[in-house]
């Protein structure tokens, strides 16, 4: 068959491949003008390379870590510690937390764990667990922290997984995702760190690979506006071309499908799906510095703080010192209404660390937030989504497919954009 796939992120891409493997003609269109997507190594200038997307791979996220190995040969274990955590001026190595914040890290686990391990996948089958779709995990936190060090502990942490304040996350949905970290510990690699790896020299050098070993092209510049769809196939109308396919998978972020106009339109189920899905509110500063000052205060550039920063590493992919701060929710949209981010955040950083403004060389934002071909950094379950919306999201609708992050069990990570892939080369089938 011929198939059309529209979208060069990670799961454009490897759909595509699988589709040739498969036996089909693939083409894949690309509205940018860079592939990858979410995914994007980028460079402040003479090796300043840093990840303004998709960067840390958890040890158990089967998928891309076969890929990672098979084009890039080897992950790169990620400095973890030592970490600081600063909260109302105090600052604490992680490795020495206060002891309220770990009991109420370990009755929080255990709460989770009771109620993750009676649910199975995909979440929406869960209608025994109806109760829980409508709470947010914002409130579940609270319920089981009984410190204020423990609450805010968690909170930064779980905001960073989540991307976004734990109010608009639904707690169902959360927890589908957390059957996975459970069920990390059966794969028994004695390994079960988050963020355990990157890809050595960044990740878009293996997309650059994945590219090339495609046989069909990948057409950039093209953004899609209309699909119509036909008993003969499907049509795929760009600002200034137009195809014809047997078949197309369309892996765009679910508010950017919301722009495309469907001939016929998309049932209400679909709709309403990709209206409600959450996309999580992240953006990333980074900062050059002509010296790596973090490693002379004792720590590996890693913190979480209570300040406006919210959470800092080290994003060094080249031969510059680069910090990132990674910062979510209502926080990062205020981040992104300010004139001079940059300043404004070595500021905050000097108020903590005043040595470091004499190392700064330069800097930028990225605002995900608004990026028109992703409108929003990664989804989430917001709460009722899990039951009503989850099990709309992914459909085929005719000869039209739905891959992309956030159509998949592993919602808003890599893992999730590959799983997305297989299960749509699955569904199309060998020739
Ligand atoms: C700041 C940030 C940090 C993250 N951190 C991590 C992390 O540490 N670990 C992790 O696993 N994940 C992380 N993620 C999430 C991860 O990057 C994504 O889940 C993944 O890259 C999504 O891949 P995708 O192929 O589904 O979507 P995308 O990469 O968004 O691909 C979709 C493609 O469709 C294109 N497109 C959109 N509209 C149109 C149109 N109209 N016509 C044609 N093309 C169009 C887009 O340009 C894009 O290239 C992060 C994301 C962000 C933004």
Redesign the pocket.
Known sequence: MKIGV???????LRVARLLEEQGHEVSV????QR?????YTTDLGSGAAY????????AD?PR?RDLVEKYCGHLESAEQEPALAIYKGEVRQTSELWEEAAEDEERFEHSARALARDLVLPVWKNLGAAKYDGLTLDSFLKQNCESEQGHWWLQANLRSDE?DDLDRIGLLGWLGGYVHYINRENLNRGESEM?AFRVPGGFSAMLEKMQLDLKGTVTLD????RVVQAEDGVELR?ENSAERFDRVVL???PA?VE??VFEPALPVEKRCALEACGMSR???IVWRFSQAWWRDRGFCGRLHCDGPLHQLWEGTRGSEPILTA?ICGGRAVEWTRLGDPVSAGLYEIAQLFPEAPAFFVDGEL?D?IND???LG???HHAPGFALEHAGNIGTPEGKVHF????TATWV??????LE?AERVAAEIGAL
Do not use: M, N
């Open positions: 529209v979208g060069a992120g990670i799961s454009g269109f690309e509205a940018r592939i990858g997507g979410r995914i990840e303004a997307g998709g960067e840390w791979l958890d996220q891309i991307g963020s093209s953004v899609l506006q760009f892996t765009l972020p950017c722009r495309v992240a953006i990333k990674y990225h995900w028109p071909y992703s950094a990664f989804s891959a992309g992050e956030h808003g990570f890599i893992e999730g954009a997305s």
